[in-house]
């Protein structure tokens, strides 16, 4: 127990964080970054799950995690502070 141990916890848990949350950040920004295309005024993707698909088709389950270690970077501080703060409050209870 102690900080050096919530400090790692808080870690492995701000991986965990942006892993499994990537995807979906992923997948919301190409949504809202596209453009109708000038000559048909059709949007690239129809739907989230539109979007999914032609990212598989084209780039891999992998395409997902592009931009991974900056993304970590961003999320896990967040999750680190947070369990972290948490664990100090509790030991006010």
Known sequence: SGAPLTFGASAIAGFFASFFSLPFDFVKTQMQK???????????YKT?????????????????????????????PHA??????????????
């Open 34 to 44: 596209q453009k109708k295309d000038p000559v048909t005024g059709e949007w690239q």
């Open 80 to 93: 680190m502070i947070t369990l972290i703060a948490q664990d100090q409050v509790k030991k006010f209870w």
């Open 48 to 76: 989230s799950m539109d979007c999914v698909t032609k990212t598989l088709a084209e780039g891999g389950p992998l395409r997902f995690y592009a931009g991974f270690p900056t993304y970590y970077v961003r999320i896990a």
